[in-house]
């Protein structure tokens, strides 16, 4: 009997078969090697004059970490350090800046994100970007624009500026440099009561409708880095200095041209900062203090230094309409809590005890995107310390707004990304943090 195959009408049959494969087709011309033309070449050789301005290096920075890079060739070590560092093996503050890369955004798609509002309103005032320049000690002396650069580019962008105690500029002359910005004073309360009773006044007087006491610095935290550059008040010249100063030469010139580094708000002072610290604080400081000042300041009152839930309950209760949940950049106790992780549950209990106190959060801020997961998990506003120092260190005022220009640009694109067009739409919803 004879067998058949029926393999040629499968398909690929002729093919397991045996049968001839057609030979390839020509090659396509884009495939095909050629000398080039100059015609071709000569759009692309379109080569850039070099460009060595303040401005245009700080464009070619495009994050928080860019101009930190630029501050720090360009900054002391001593006072870069100050900056930079934070207390004892620093624990704290990678801690703070790990919760914000340990987020996970949840984006929703399909929703019209093509004009993002960043505008927001807090303490009873608009705000164009919900962040705001933190109080920062010594500024003139990380780079001599200092707190000048700093009001004048919150002016400029629409934000709330606050001047330290320890600040290298008077409540008055800020008040003078940027006459239409919302100038805040940030208070330490003395043992000295008639000298915060002063500047109380003095910020009153220039117009200040937000004070903000600073409630974490009973003693100085241990900041080692500035221990071991020997940093004091003003900086001292000495070999080390001047052999680091060769590598600045810019900064130097900049500071010795310059009024003399003091604390504007303060008598002269020579000696560490600790040092400092530890004669002027007072140790002594109880929630009766926080009652005197309530009746003293009649504007906004906001605390700073909030660590745990029961404490931003209490200072609510004592008169507060604001509270900063902030470990003083790790700047204090090292392995302190962390703001970020606080936060759900410092907004839960105010929420539960039906206030409406502000919640703004600080520590560990380096980019827009870790602004906007802190106001997706609850917060009301944010500030910035160092990534605000970073800008002006590396470019004084052009730099601040640089460093502004980065937060929004970041906060736009994340928001866009997320599905979410105003900051009153940001949800928890929108992010997860792990446990």
Known sequence: MQ???????????AARQGAAVPPPTTLPAALRRRFPKYSDLAPLMQFKKPEFSNAARLRRASTIWDLRDMAKRRTPQAPFDYTDGAAEAEITLRWARQAFQDIEFRPGILRDVSNIDLHTSILGRESSLPVGIAPTGFTRMMQSEGEYAGSRAAQAAGIPFTLSTMGTASIEDVAGAAPHGRNWFQLYLWTDRDRSMELIERAAAAGSDTLMVTVDT??????LR??????????????????????????WFNFLTHEP?????????????AE??????????????LDWLRETWKGRLVVKGIQT?????????????GIVLSNHGGRQLDRAPIPLRLLPEVKAALAADRSDAAVILDTGIMS????????????DFTLVGRAYLYGLMAGGRAGVDRAL??????????MALLGVSSVAGLTPDHVHLPG
Do not use: Q
């Open 3 to 13: 067998h058949t195959s029926n393999h040629g009408n499968t398909p690929g049959g």
């Open 261 to 273: 580094l003091v604390f504007a708000s303060l008598s002269r002072y020579t000696g560490t900062v």
């Open 226 to 251: 500035d221990v071991r550059n020997g940093m004091t008040i003003p900086p001292a010249l000495t070999l080390k200095t001047v052999l680091d100063a060769s590598y600045r030469p810019a900064w």
């Open 405 to 414: 220009e980065i937060l929004a640009t970041d906060m736009r694109r994340t």
């Open 309 to 321: 839930v029961a404490d931003a309950r209490k200072v609510v209760d004592h008169g507060a309409d």
């Open 218 to 223: 009973a003693v100085a935290g241990a900041r």
């Open 368 to 379: 827009g995107a870790d602004i906007v997961a802190g106001l997706a998990l609850g917060a």
């Open 276 to 289: 400092l610290i530890n004669s002027m604080f007072d140790p002594t400081l109880t929630f009766a203090d």
